[in-house]
């Protein structure tokens, strides 16, 4: 998860010069904007920072297996998310975590439904999988109708972390990386320490086996690259216009590799060895 701090008359430029007027449009849609956010956020979702396709301006409305609109705050329902899915099936209460929590609005946030900073672009497991119509909160939800974004953060206290825009997280401040996990920052305080563990808990962060071959993957990348001073392709994979995603597990990798090698190189034997489990014999 990583920061897009676009502003909002950026972000409105960029609309407008993909597709003039929409902005005032009455019967406007966001399928014709989609490829404006995609770009933004480097072609990866917002929330697990896997790398989605690329299309160009002509096939970006036709993008729909892999690539969703988030809603941040949903546009029709908020339903109670119930905690982290139980690694059993017997189990079928909500964690601890969970019972902290309020939601959003039973109604959702139809007032925000075209709104341009209540929008992101997820894959498809992200959207549809595990965020849903959830939108879990540390404080009151919204009874006025408000489409003051500020004014709702505030009052509401989101659960989960929003990376974009002007008033978006920086997910730094909350997450780290060790290898390819990434957990809740020790060093934040008892509400922002909530807010990085409910988003890895709704997304399944740092279980989703997907996610963890791509981080081992670029892991297994990197480590002949800075054995061999190859400081050029170790830009070019942390970089913020980098299409390899899951950049902010590469930086810290990086990092930990100049503090202490031979940890990093441990990790990076642990990714082999992942990488030829999952290989079929």
């Known amino acids: 998860m990583r920061r897009v701090a676009v502003s909002l008359s950026d972000l409105d430029a960029a609309i407008d010069a993909e597709s ?28 697990c920072e896997s790398a989605l396709p690329e299309v160009d301006h002509d096939s970006a409305a036709l993008v729909a297996v892999a690539i969703d609109i988030d809603h941040f705050r949903p546009k029709n329902k908020c339903t109670i998310w119930p ?12 964690t601890v975590l969970a019972k902290g929590l309020r ?7 139809p007032q925000l439904a075209l709104d341009r900073l209540n929008y992101a672009v997820a894959c498809k497991p992200c959207n549809s999988s595990f965020k849903g119509t959830y939108f879990p909160i540390l404080g009151t939800p919204d009874a006025t109708g408000s489409t003051d974004i500020a004014y709702l953060n505030q009052m509401e206290q ?6 974009f825009g002007p008033h978006g997280d920086d997910p730094a401040q909350f997450l780290q990386f060790m290898g390819p996990l990434v957990t809740a920052r020790n060093s934040i305080d008892d509400a922002a320490g909530t807010r990085a563990q409910v ?8 279980t989703r086996e997907s996610l ?35 950049i902010e597990c590469q930086r810290a990798y990086v990092a930990l590799y100049g503090q202490d090698r031979e940890s990093a190189r441990l990790l990076y034997e642990a990714a082999l060895t992942y ?3 999952k290989t079929p014999r």
């Open 199 to 206: 988003t890895i808990d709704l997304f399944e962060l740092d």
């Open 275 to 277: 990488t030829r489990s």
């Open 158 to 163: 989101p659960a989960l972390l929003f990376p």
């Open 83 to 94: 905690g982290r899915r139980p690694a059993s099936v017997e189990t079928n209460t909500m």
């Open 20 to 47: 003039q007027g929409w902005l005032t449009r009455p019967n406007r849609k966001w399928s014709e904007i989609k490829v404006v956010y995609l770009r933004l956020q480097g072609w990866k979702c917002l929330f």
């Open 212 to 246: 963890l071959g791509e981080r081992m993957a670029l892991i297994e990348r990197l480590w002949p690259a800075l054995e061999r001073r190859d400081e050029a392709l170790v830009a070019g994979l942390c970089a913020d216009t980098s299409r390899s995603g899951h």
């Open 103 to 109: 939601s959003g609005p039973a109604g959702g946030y």
